[in-house]
């Protein structure tokens, strides 16, 4: 019974494929309606197999069905595919003919005809508004009024509300120049629905259209009754202005302010006094401003309202009141609204008010709202320089040394230096003023010496603070106090920077026993600073004293642990090189080899040789003893053809031809191999391709090698083949 039922569904779902909808003509429309089918059979078929399935699972004793193959069907079909197939299979429609319509008869038959089509589709969907809409249009065509105003009056019957019904009806009995049955269809509609603005638009439209400004006023009459949105009453308002009745818009405008009480409506009606030619404008438009400010109370107190008040006022050339204006809001508007206020203020007294007057006004209000951003977050540094920098601007002393006193009690609250940085240098400008604009040394120096003494320096310190504490000191010719401040600093809390300062600062003074006992501390404190080595011994190099300086790189390279040892060894050679002592720097690269073999190191022993010493012998065994060397580990490939590549290359410059075809008969060959990649947990999760080298002299490699050039020789061989078949 289910295999008939589902041939059933098939053979519909045949049919309805093979027979197109009635009425229609469209093949996209054809296309939704098979594609609708053949979803439906679809589902269909789905639920059959349910059935089926939960028959089955009920003769099995409610046991579901266990599948015993899993594997997925050789041919899959999709709902794509099935609608595909179903559009390829639909049977294409012959266009309809035209038809002439030659007599009255066959015109009857065809009216009778689609009459009868827009009668069914009314009776099938009683409350689809289009369907009335075209069988009215019908109508009209033909010219049978009578039978469109009684479509129209059907649907109103089944939905008053619909207001595209109204526009289609009232739109054909305007076009067709019946105008009082439009009249009598717009009354029947703002009656209905007087809350639909479109109706009453259209109404007074089309009275104004007709010439008939009376009946577009009762219209607008009857409308404001309603108190509809602003939009409705500056559409009256127009009209009047329109026909220059300017009197009757002043009336509209006092009806409009007490319908909607709000700032926008009181300044729009402002505006138009404003721009009425009459006699008494100005007064009329002071008048509804004050209007407004006792009519609306605090509502008016906006910065709009306001701004525009003053600015009439100062469009009449009335500055002091325009003045009294801006200071009312200023003194009674939310600080958080009054930038606005602030804006035109100061745009008002850059006109007309004096210079001082506008610095002042502008200063405050700067003021306050550093303040008021101070008020929420008094450890926000920025904003207190920004604060110091307009009061230094303004120049008063008193305040700004107030404003850098409450900014440095700010201390931060953590002991982390980062949390520290922003704050030091309101500590350092503080000073500066104090020493260069307000010329007192003696504050000056109390504002250091409050700073180093807050500063935790157990923690960490700023080395900033101590060497422009010092040159503060130095500036005043007090150099005793300068050097026990950077002894202090030093003993406190001893950093690289304070070392470099105090070195730099005697050097300047020319103190050179001074200096080589602040390098003997500096190595002392930091004993892996190749930077201090490498000063230290340059400065003796500098003054002459090579012994010093050769000492000095001794102890240095004997160093168990050093920061920076590779520029440690390259100076110490550069110097050894510039001394003209190439035994020394010979020696020099024999000792560094023995603590490392880095491929560098060789090319650049080698290079000394054939450069510097001109020794180009020596230079060809340092890059054979180079080459064997690396030759010893498989994991140096990459450094070995350095090697090689340095060795030719310097073979190539010396001119000898011979021993550069020898090099070249070392160079590796280059081969790709894959490597696998393996995760975390040691499974493999995939290849990747690397590049190796493989070196003629490498007796490992030789029989891969030999299998390569089999290889390589078979792979032409077959190249060659194939190209005598082609020809």
């Known amino acids: 019974a289910q295999e008939r039922s589902s041939h059933a569904v098939r053979g519909s779902f045949a049919s309805r494929s093979t027979q197109p909808a009635c009425g229609r003509t469209s093949t996209t429309n054809d296309l939704k309606f098979y594609h609708t089918n053949n979803l439906c059979v679809c589902r269909q078929q789905l639920d059959f197999c349910a059935m089926e399935g939960q028959a089955h699972s009920a003769a099995n004793g409610g046991r579901k069905t266990r599948v015993k193959n899993k594997a997925p069907a050789p041919v899959q079909i999709t709902v794509e595919q099935i609608l595909r197939e179903s559009h390829d299979m639909q049977v294409q429609e012959a266009p309809a003919p035209k038809q002439m319509i030659m007599d009255k008869n066959e015109l009857d038959e065809y009216k009778l005809e689609k009459r009868k089509t827009f ?3 009314i009776r099938y969907n009683r409350y689809k508004m289009a369907n009335y809409v075209r069988y009215a249009k019908f109508e009209e065509k033909l010219g049978e009024f009578e039978r469109a105003r009684s479509i129209y009056e059907r649907a109103l019957e089944v939905d008053y509300r619909e207001v595209r019904i109204w526009l289609r009806y009232a739109e054909m009995e305007m076009k067709n120049r019946f105008v009082q049955h439009a009249r009598n269809i717009w009354d029947r509609a703002v009656t209905l629905l007087p809350r639909m603005d479109q109706l009453w638009f259209k109404y007074a439209f089309m009275e104004e259209m007709l010439g008939n400004v009376p009946g577009a006023r009762r219209v607008f009459e009857r409308w404001m009754q309603w108190h509809p949105n602003e939009k409705a009453w500056m559409t009256y308002i127009n009209m009047e202005v329109r026909y220059k009745e300017f009197d009757r818009a002043r009336n509209i405008y006092e009806r409009f302010v007490e319908s909607h009480n709000t700032p926008a409506a009181w300044l729009k009606f402002a505006k138009f006094c404003e721009k009425s030619r009459s006699s008494g404008r100005t007064e009329q438009t002071r008048s509804v401003f004050e209007r407004a400010m006792e009519s609306l109370g605090e509502e008016a107190l906006t910065p709009a309202f306001l701004i525009e008040f003053a600015s009439f006022e100062e469009r009449e050339r009335e500055f002091d009141r325009a003045r009294v204006i801006y200071k009312y809001a200023l003194d009674n508007l939310p600080k958080n609204d009054a930038e ?3 804006r035109a203020y100061m745009s008002f007294e850059k006109k007309h008010g004096d210079r001082e007057g506008i610095e002042d006004a502008v200063l405050a209000k700067r003021r306050f709202q550093y303040e008021e951003e101070l008020k929420q977050n008094p450890r926000n540094y ?16 008193s305040r700004i040394r107030e404003v850098y006193e409450r900014a440095i009690s700010n201390v931060p609250l953590s002991s982390e230096k980062r949390h520290w940085r922003r704050y030091i240098y309101l500590w350092i400008m503080y000073a500066v003023f104090e020493e260069l604009d307000a010329d007192d040394v003696d504050r000056a120096r109390e504002v250091y010496k409050a700073c180093v003494g807050i500063v935790p320096h157990k923690n960490f310190t700023f080395a900033k603070i101590w060497l422009l504490f010092a040159s503060f000191e130095i500036r005043q010719k007090n150099l005793k106090a300068a050097r026990l401040l950077l002894g202090r600093a030093i003993g406190m809390c001893p950093k690289d920077r304070l070392f470099r ?6 050097l300047q003074l020319g103190e050179i026993d001074r200096v080589r006992k602040i390098y003997e501390k500096y190595i ?4 892996a600073n190749c930077a201090a080595w490498t000063k230290f011994a340059e400065l003796e190099v500098s003054l002459g004293e090579d012994d010093r300086a050769r000492a000095i790189y001794e102890l240095a390279v004997s160093q168990p642990q050093l920061d920076m040892p590779e520029l440690l060894w390259k100076n110490y050679v550069d110097f050894e090189i510039a001394c003209g002592a190439y035994d020394r720097t010979r020696s020099l690269y024999e000792r560094l080899l023995e603590k490392t073999q880095h491929v560098k190191v060789w090319l650049s022993f080698a290079r000394f040789e054939d450069e510097e010493a001109g020794d180009h012998e020596r230079a060809r065994a340092t890059f054979e003893r180079a080459y064997k060397a690396f030759s010893q580990d498989a994991a140096t490939k990459e450094e070995r053809l350095m090697v090689l590549e340095a060795w030719r290359d310097a073979e190539v410059n010396a001119g000898d031809a011979d021993m550069a075809a020898e090099v070249n008969k070392k160079m590796p060959r280059k081969v790709k191999k894959r490597r696998a990649v393996t995760g975390d947990d040691g499974s ?4 990747e391709e690397i590049v190796d080298y493989i070196f003629p002299d490498d007796a490992s490699t030789k029989p891969n090698l030999k299998l390569l050039e089999m290889a390589h020789r ?8 194939s190209a005598d078949a082609a020809e």
């Open 684 to 687: 493999v999760q995939g290849f």
């Open 501 to 506: 300062g105090y070195i730099e600062l005697e």
């Open 119 to 121: 009668e069914d589709f």
């Open 340 to 342: 606005e206020v602030h």
């Open 382 to 397: 920025d904003v207190w320089f920004d604060y110091v920098r307009l009061e230094e601007e303004d120049g008063e002393h």
């Open 714 to 721: 078979w792979k032409q061989q077959q190249g060659g083949m």
């Open 524 to 527: 002392e404190c930091f004993p």
